[in-house]
């Protein structure tokens, strides 16, 4: 499995990426360059983390337009692998591969914290090595991750399966524990085919057993 991981000016998730995929699970690795077209190597594409652009008008908004994310969107027509984490949900929303958009947090604060969440849908390829609504712990830092979309869309999320993480140790979509207000506590999607997957916590920040926490290495090995 060869994995691609963007490089926006201004990302800083980056190589903790390729710390994971290359450093840790020995898989072929290259760091893509926002203006690079030729993605035809890659199996899946991995949208860091970050402040690209510096985050001006919103977040993912200026990203959205390199062209690097135009071969994505035909990467992901192929039925190809897409992970966009933490800004690159954020850029996925503003692409239009995934509905719905990241709007400021609840509290309007910028939160770095770790946080609970339930695997609410384990059968994608992402999750298959998740238990059903396990809980795990991650890593969760942003100042735009309120997951907002309208009613329709929500309903169709729900009634698809395609929320795949909630923000909580509870599977329900109304659990207390929601850190930035996100609508049904949703903390990650995917689209309606299942190979693009949006996340605002970091899977990547929880796979080193040296920082702690590995909950997140299941997603990265779910798909090898
Ligand atoms: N820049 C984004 C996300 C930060 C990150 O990707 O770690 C925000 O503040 O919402």
Partial sequence: MKFGVVVFPGSNCDRDVVWVTDGLLGQPTRMIWHQDTDISDIDVMVIPGGFSYGDYLRCGAIARFSPVMQATVEHAKQGKFVIGICNGFQVLTELGLLPG????????????????????????????????????????????????????????????????????????????????????????????????????????????????????????????
Avoid at 125 to 149: L, R
Avoid at 199 to 219: F, I, N, W, Y
Wanted: hydrophobic fraction near 35%; glycine fraction near 10%.
């Fill in 101 to 224: 958009a990241l709007v400021r947090n609840r509290d309007l604060h910028f939160i770095c914290d770790r946080v609970p969440l339930t695997v609410v849908n384990t059968k994608t390829p992402w999750t298959a090595s998740y238990s059903a609504n396990e809980v795990i712990m991650m890593p969760i830092a942003h100042g735009e991750g309120c997951y907002y979309c309208d009613e329709n869309t929500l309903t169709q999320l729900e009634a698809n399966n395609q929320v795949i993480f909630r923000y909580g140790s509870t599977p329900t979509p109304h659990g207390a524990e929601n850190p930035n207000g996100s609508l049904n506590n949703i903390a990650g999607i995917c689209n309606g085919q299942g190979n693009v997957l949006g996340m605002m916590p970091h899977p990547e920040r929880a796979s080193d057993p040296s920082l702690g926490q590995t909950d997140g290495m299941k997603l990265f090995k779910g798909l090898l």
